[in-house]
T-cell receptor, first 116, second 117 residues
Framework: EAGVTQFPSHSVIEKGQTVTLRCDPISGHDNLYWYRRVMGKEIKFLLHFVKESKQDESGMPNNRFLAERTGGTYSTLKVQPAELEDSGVYFC??????????????FGEGSWLTVV | AQSVTQLGSHVSVSEGALVLLRCNYSSSVPPYLFWYVQYPNQGLQLLLKYTSAATLVKGINGFEAEFKKSETSFHLTKPSAHMSDAAEYFCAVSSNAGGTSYGKLTFGQGTILTVHP
């Protein structure tokens, strides 16, 4: 069974440009999460989808970030326009929807974003 | 609110020595606790998790962790380090988002483990 897949694995863009990251969760996982780790800091929660609905977007840093999950399958995270401080690793994760905090959350390998 | 503190951003051990990675948490609800590992150029992989059953939790690759409520700790140990254990390790606590339980994680800062021959 395929794990959580993310694309692209690495991206280098100029300040002011737009980047779109894509995440394909494990098949059947209704929970989908985005996390981010900027250099030297801890991994931080960005937002959480349940199917196609945003359950919690309290971690989104500002309105330059837009996440979508049309149809409740894959998700995209768009950064427009990108700023230098957006550089970091963006992780996508998914889990089954069973109402338990103890569910295993499976992570992808991350999308490394560098803004120059 | 929840928080996690990992004591020591870098830990270095010799091959065959005990591995001890420290994690302390703060949680306003009974915590669910996790240890994840990130090997070079890979994603996060779950090592083990505590979900209010046995306080001593065994995970993959010979790792285990003990939940100690009185000390608010969830330290990760392995009796004998292997070179292949070199990686970054993350402790995390599960939050209770919006009154329901969806497994939103709060992470510690990470600990890089180096294993010397």
């Amino acid at each position: 069974e395929a794990g959580v897949t993310q694309f692209p694995s690495h991206s280098v863009i100029e300040k002011g440009q737009t980047v779109t990251l894509r995440c394909d969760p494990i098949s059947g996982h209704d929970n989908l999460y985005w996390y981010r780790r900027v250099m030297g800091k801890e991994i931080k929660f960005l937002l959480h989808f349940v199917k196609e609905s945003k359950q919690d977007e309290s971690g989104m840093p500002n309105n330059r970030f837009l996440a979508e999950r049309t149809g409740g399958t894959y998700s995209t995270l768009k950064v427009q326009p990108a700023e230098l401080e957006d550089s970091g690793v963006y992780f996508c994760a998914s889990s089954q929807l069973t109402g338990s905090r103890g569910n295993t959350i499976y992570f992808g390998e991350g999308s490394w974003l560098t803004v120059v | 609110a929840q928080s996690v503190t990992q004591l020591g951003s870098h830990v270095s051990v010799s091959e065959g020595a005990l591995v001890l990675l420290r994690c302390n948490y703060s949680s306003s609800v009974p915590p669910y606790l996790f240890w994840y590992v990130q090997y070079p150029n890979q994603g996060l992989q779950l090592l083990l998790k505590y979900t209010s059953a046995a306080t001593l939790v065994k995970g993959i690759n010979g790792f285990e962790a003990e939940f100690k409520k009185s000390e608010t700790s969830f330290h990760l140990t392995k009796p004998s380090a292997h070179m292949s254990d070199a990686a970054e390790y993350f402790c995390a606590v599960s939050s209770n988002a919006g009154g329901t339980s969806y497994g939103k994680l709060t992470f510690g800062q990470g600990t890089i483990l180096t294993v010397h021959p």
